[in-house]
């Protein structure tokens, strides 16, 4: 059968406006849409049976003149936008099933394959796609777009989902029993003192801080810090100056917390840096429960470095973590006897080393430690976590800079 056969098929089955009458046969000709195509072949059906040219008086039956609103369906997304920034964009859209059911039985009643040609669904979520991204200077983005629409003809409703923005940077906990993140027993955290000014510039509903591990509330971050992700839900601006943002919150956290290197991410940053088990360096003031050798303090450092650690979890984190055995391992370990009761000490370990029980044995429970070497007690009175090593940051170079800006990047 030729495409005109088709048509005529397609004609027989009632009331077609068209877009419905190209849409089956949209995989047979390029460059034109349905409603165009479906004008030709009833304009070219009127021709060759020699009959006068004639628009459907009734409404269409699969469609029921969903088709012939799609610049109305196009102001109502955009309405339902409101005030909110975005640069890239997706159009969806939920068709009524009934609507759905008549566009299968245009084509099986015509003789077609029920997927051929182009679906209704596609053809809304194209032709008002095109129309809001032409209203609103946006680019369509099918992986995670700035704002994403579904358009529910059965509900007669308009979802918005405004997708989060991801700030990569690096803080630095200037003071003790601070946590990481909200904690009722403590009146702030590292997470209060950083998300406000954020949560301000991009007009968010609420801010999510996820960092590369965290310290312990009684340890301090120092060095180049931990980097972390803030994640800013539902955000009506997509842009802002990250430098004054940075200076923001520098001199609002009153010297407690101080963020730096702040930059753009990719959503898949939040992951990368949660599952980040990154080597890390601290440095711990110890106390001595007996009196120490300077001999025999070398003598422990020595044996320790280098060593594979068994670490039964430490009874201080027991009731929220797995009771496990887990092996780590010292990759150096440094350190100056400051008195006979008292050294310092620069551990760098893999991660997920338990310092504290590294130094005190917990009990027995992490074997070696500098306890047990030594044979007295030990207790760290201090910690400080002074670099975090090994974070992958590849958004951070040329190449992803470019790539976020639309530019080609040349292949090596």
Same mark, same amino acid.
């Given at each position: 059968?030729?495409?005109?056969? #088709?048509? +005529? ?5 009632? $009331? ?22 479906? @004008? ?66 245009? +084509? ?21 796609? /095109? @129309?809001?991204?032409?209203?609103? #200077? ?6 995670? $777009? ?23 940077? /690096?803080? @630095? ?5 601070? $946590? ?6 403590? #009146? ?48 009506? @601006?997509?842009?802002?100056?990250? #430098? ?27 992951? /990368?840096?949660?599952?980040?088990? *990154?080597?890390?360096?601290? +440095? ?29 979890? $430490? ?49 027995? +429970? ?44 040349? *292949?090596?």
């Amino acid at each position: 059968m030729t495409v005109i056969d #088709d048509a +005529r098929a397609l004609l027989s089955s009632g $009331p077609l406006c068209d877009s419905c009458l190209g849409r089956p046969v949209a995989d047979r000709s390029f460059g034109l849409t349905n409603a165009e195509r479906g @004008r030709a072949l009833r304009t070219t059906v009127a021709l060759e049976d020699d009959e006068p040219y004639e628009q459907p008086d009734e409404e269409c039956w699969v469609c029921e003149g969903v088709c012939d609103r799609f610049d109305e369906l196009t102001v109502r997304v955009v309405d339902a936008l409101g005030e909110t920034e975005l640069y890239t964009y997706q159009v969806g859209t939920r068709v009524p099933p009934l609507l759905a059911e008549n566009d299968r039985l245009l +084509r099986m009643e015509a003789g077609f394959d029920e997927d051929a040609g182009e679906l209704l669904k596609t053809e809304l979520n194209r032709e008002v796609g /095109r @129309r809001v991204g032409a209203e609103l #200077d946006a680019e369509v983005d099918f992986e995670r $777009p700035d704002v994403q629409f579904l358009l529910d003809l059965e509900d007669d409703t308009v979802e918005v989902q405004r997708n989060s923005i991801a700030i990569y940077g /690096r803080y @630095r906990k200037l003071e003790r029993d601070i $946590p990481q993140t909200e904690w009722v027993k403590f #009146d702030e955290s590292v997470e209060e003192l950083v998300a406000p000014p954020f949560l301000s510039a991009f007009r968010g509903t609420d801010a999510v801080f996820h960092g590369a591990g965290r310290e312990d509330v009684d340890a301090l971050m120092l060095g180049t810090g931990r980097p972390f992700v803030l994640e800013i839900k539902e955000p009506r @601006r997509r842009d802002a100056d990250l #430098d004054e943002l940075e200076a923001q919150v520098n001199a609002g956290a009153g010297g407690k917390v101080e963020v730096e290197n702040l930059t753009f991410a990719t959503y898949d940053m939040v992951e /990368r840096v949660k599952e980040h088990d *990154a080597s890390k360096t601290y +440095r711990a003031t110890v106390r001595f429960d007996e009196t120490v050798s300077e001999e025999a303090f070398e003598a422990a450092l020595e044996e320790l470095d280098g060593a594979t650690i068994e670490q039964r979890t $430490p009874h201080r984190v027991d009731h929220r973590r797995a009771d496990l055995v887990r092996e780590r391992e010292v990759l150096s370990i440094e350190g100056t006897l400051e008195d006979e009761y008292t050294a310092t000490i620069d551990a760098h370990g893999e991660g997920g080393l338990y310092i504290k029980e590294l130094i005190s044995s917990d009990e027995g +429970r992490t074997e070696p430690s500098l306890a047990g070497v030594l044979g007295i007690g030990a207790e760290v009175t201090a910690l400080d976590v002074i670099d975090v090593q090994g974070v992958e940051e590849p958004f951070l170079t040329e190449e992803f800079r470019l790539e976020q800006e639309g530019e080609p990047v040349k *292949a090596e």
